[in-house]
């Protein structure tokens, strides 16, 4: 696509609940990036894509969260058993130039979650 | 470790007067340096780049030079719009080939007419 889409925009769900994030990179963009921008604590790293493999997970906060990515393109951000703290705006990005971001990434307009 | 100071916002200004937000950055090494923009609903984009010292990377009226002495990559623009009205992020590769960004907290400009 043009860019880079994720979905939903935005997501409330109940405290508890398992959520789905979708990220859907730039077309032939290999590398993949999550990360999640919380008020007050600016953008922090989660995961990172090359392929379909996950060479870094390590910014993930808990083993409540995982990613997978399929087919090199599409990633699926999983939270399981949500908690308040995981309010946020979660942010998707892409490159081409492999897993240098000395060409900036490509992000998505984030997918804002209000856990309740 | 590796860190990125902003200065703090918001930073409210009249349209075409002159911005500057200051960023210093701690890293080990000369990393490539960033800023990146988030207008009102969209995604961050990047805004530009400098790759060594003394470079000075520029875009839409924007300037920021490499002050390897200071550690700083200063944002810079003469004359701002409503339009740029944002929230501004300098960031730089957490470590040499690294592919994660270490992100300042960002600082919101607004513009008004």
């Known amino acids: 696509g043009a860019g880079v889409s994720q979905s939903p925009s935005n997501k409330v769900t109940e405290k508890g609940k398992d959520v789905e994030l979708r990220c859907d990179p730039i077309?032939?963009?290999?590398?993949l990036y999550w990360y999640r921008q919380s008020l007050g604590q600016g953008l922090e790293f989660l995961i990172y894509?090359?392929?379909?493999?996950?060479?870094?997970k390590s910014g993930l906060p808990s083993d409540r969260f995982s990613a997978e990515r399929t087919g090199g393109s599409v990633s699926t951000l999983t939270i399981q058993r949500t908690q308040q703290e995981d309010s946020a705006v979660y942010l998707c990005a892409s490159s081409s130039q492999g897993p240098l971001p000395n060409y900036g990434y490509t992000f998505g307009s984030g997918t804002r979650l209000t856990v309740v | 470790g590796d860190s990125v100071t902003q200065m703090e916002g918001p930073v409210t200004l009249s349209e075409e007067a002159f911005l500057t937000i200051n960023c210093t950055y701690t890293?080990?090494?000369?990393?490539?340096l960033f800023w990146y923009v988030q207008y009102p609903g969209e995604g961050l984009q990047l805004l530009l780049k400098a790759t060594k010292a003394d470079d000075k990377g520029s875009n839409k009226g924007f300037e920021a030079t490499y002050r390897k002495e200071t550690t700083s990559f200063h944002l810079e623009k003469g004359s701002v719009q409503v339009s740029d009205s944002a929230v501004y992020f300098c960031a730089f590769p957490k470590g040499a080939g690294s592919y994660q960004l270490t992100f300042g907290k960002g600082t919101k400009l607004s513009v008004i007419p």
């Open positions: 890293a080990t090494g000369y990393p490539s």
């Open positions: 894509f090359q392929g379909n493999s996950a060479p870094d």
């Open positions: 077309s032939g963009h290999t590398a």
